[in-house]
């Protein structure tokens, strides 16, 4: 059975009754905790103004309807949120009726982000007894090497322990990088205590 598709114009008279519930508007003005007490014609007026807010909401998705590609005559949320996104003065609805990102879209960033993440770390998995950055310099140890980074010139460097003096600026290390370190320092074997400290 086919649906009953055409429109309701608008009254252009006035009536004096309001097409939304004026109890039910009532109820929802007194949930505001900064209004006491609404009047009955304020309680009307802002049932006439929500009346007319949502005509025009409805028209301009209406509007955003008809100027897609293949026209339509019912209204669907993407209209909406069309609408809202392109008219100015319907910009304080951006959060209510946001527009919509297709599924599809959404799995390929999130594929992409994850081959880029995997890509990054692959040269430091070939040898494991080396670090990301040990692995892209070349050198094995980390003790004498000269560190030009940002990190070096922030107040971190190499302690005479071997062990890397960080500063607060410096960002959080590779908790494996911190492992490594401390079981080649073990390796070693020139002391009997491994400095925990990172």
């Given at each position: ?23 039910r508007v009532k109820k929802?003005v007194a949930q505001d ?74 799995k390929a960033e999130a ?88």
């Amino acid at each position: 059975m086919p649906y009953n598709t055409t429109a309701i114009p608008p009254r252009k008279e006035v009536t004096g009754q309001t097409q939304l519930p004026l109890s039910r508007v009532k109820k929802i003005v007194a949930q505001d905790q900064d209004v006491g007490i609404c009047s009955n014609n304020a309680a009307f007026v802002i049932t006439l103004a929500t009346e007319m807010f949502i005509q025009y909401l409805a028209g301009e998705g209406y509007n955003m309807a008809r100027t897609e590609r293949k026209p339509r005559r019912n209204i669907q949320y993407k209209d909406l949120a069309s609408a809202v996104s392109a008219k100015e003065n319907l910009e304080f609805l951006e959060d209510i009726i946001p527009k919509t990102t297709p599924y599809k879209r959404i799995k390929a960033e999130a594929a992409a982000t994850r081959a880029q993440l995997t890509s990054s770390t692959p040269a430091a998995a070939d040898r494991p007894g080396e670090t990301q950055r040990d692995a892209a310099n070349g050198s094995g140890s980390k003790k004498h090497r000269a560190s030009t980074s940002r990190s070096s010139l922030n107040g971190s460097f190499v302690g005479a322990s071997g062990a890397r003096i960080m500063s607060d600026d410096d960002g959080p290390e590779d908790p494996t990088d911190q492992l490594r370190d401390e079981m080649r320092q073990a390796s070693r074997g020139d002391r009997e205590d491994v400095d925990m400290t990172g």
